[in-house]
């Protein structure tokens, strides 16, 4: 199953659906290079996984960072795919 960020041209994988994404993310099929051509960016399990310190954050607003604050996320897949309000 593929996650479209609803602001940005992101893209995940997850083997199912859920209320939130926190882990359980995937490497892309190969097809899922063909989005590239696209605008879109395809995320690796391994950096959906890793922590959010370990991204560059400098694009977030004052709210997000709120958002983040609060619900502190442990990856980065989560501080993307999320649920939040």
């Known amino acids: 199953m593929a996650l479209f960020h609803a602001q940005y041209p992101l893209i ?3 083997d199912d ?3 939130c994404y ?3 993310f995937r490497d892309p099929p190969a097809w899922a290079a063909s989005l590239h051509a696209f605008g879109f960016t395809v995320l ?3 950096l959906l996984m890793s922590p959010p310190a370990e991204a560059d954050t400098a694009a977030l607003s004052p709210a997000e960072w709120r958002q983040i604050e609060y ?3 442990r990856t980065l897949g989560a501080t993307l ?4 309000d």
């Open 12 to 14: 995940a994988f997850v």
């Open 17 to 19: 659906r859920r209320h």
């Open 22 to 24: 926190t882990d359980g």
């Open 44 to 46: 690796s399990a391994s």
């Open 71 to 73: 619900w502190q996320p």
């Open 81 to 84: 795919f999320n649920s939040w």
